[in-house]
């Protein structure tokens, strides 16, 4: 391989090659076998938002890679997997706490959280065991503000969670933290199983509300939420927009490639 000469920057990676898993059934069955043969994962769900920060930041891209489950998370995902020749489904990170509860609930499988407020997760604990009767939670951890992944007590969490006897751990952080520790996680103890859900144990607790069904149905959820929140919000899909372009011809250049 040749090197780039110098001021010549190396062509991108193409960051929809990172999702390989198609379905979310494709998923919770491999989830399952893992589960039944004491091997840990770590699953990501795939955005715009983290396309962004992939291809700002070479750690976030590393954590990603050392995922062993990557899911579509987003419309726009879907779109451009589909152009470039690989179709896939959407599987929204949210959307993947109910059926691994419920195969957690079925199997014996003890939960952890990891993140968010300590009030939002034990709100979320007990919902999640009414609907799933038989469901462990192991422990509940909620970091202090400014909680950093990479330091030590990352590690005296993710040693909390493995002491709890909990075999998956859902993480609560955002991105790009919660992809980190479990990058991190997996790497130190291989047993466990990591989901990084961003706020979905707000949305069962009720803390924060996710867009109606009918406009998720229509894949607007990304105006309404903009709408809810513009300030902190507008400036990020912003980004996911300026993206697009590039990101599709990538999407157009793999397709052609693979015929």
Not at 189 to 206: E, Q, R, V, Y
Not at 234 to 246: G, I, K, N, Q, T
Request: hydrophobic content about 50%; some cysteine; glycine content about 8%.
């Amino acid at each position: 391989m040749t090197e780039p000469h110098s001021g010549q920057r190396p062509p991108a990676p193409l960051p929809l090659d990172l999702v390989n898993f198609a379905t979310e059934a494709a998923l919770l069955a491999d989830v399952e076998a893992c589960l039944k043969a004491g091997k840990g994962f770590a699953i990501a769900t795939l955005n715009l938002d983290h396309v962004v920060k992939i291809r700002r930041d070479p750690g976030f891209l590393r954590a990603y890679r050392a995922h062993s489950h990557v899911v579509a998370d987003g419309n726009p995902i879907v779109w451009m997997s589909r152009l470039a020749g690989r179709p896939v489904s959407l599987v929204p990170g949210s959307e993947l706490i109910a059926p691994v509860a419920a195969l957690a609930a079925r199997l014996g499988t003890p939960l952890a959280f990891l993140g968010s407020t300590q009030p939002v997760l034990a709100l979320a604990a007990e919902r999640l065991k009414a609907d799933y009767p038989g469901l462990e939670v192991a422990t509940c951890l909620a970091p202090p503000y400014g909680f950093d992944p990479d330091s030590a007590a990352a590690d005296a969490a993710l040693d909390q969670v493995a002491a709890s006897g909990a075999r998956i751990c859902l993480l609560a952080l955002g991105a790009p933290k919660q992809e980190r520790l479990a990058a991190r996680g997996l790497a130190r103890h291989p047993g466990l199983g990591f989901l990084s859900i961003g706020a979905g144990l707000d949305f069962i607790a009720g803390h924060q509300t996710r867009a109606p069904a009918w406009v998720r149905k229509i894949a607007m959820e990304w105006l309404w939420r903009m709408l809810t929140n513009p300030r902190r919000l507008a400036r990020r899909y912003l980004d996911c927009a300026l993206v697009m372009p590039s990101l599709a011809g990538q999407a157009l250049a793999a397709r052609g490639a693979r015929k």
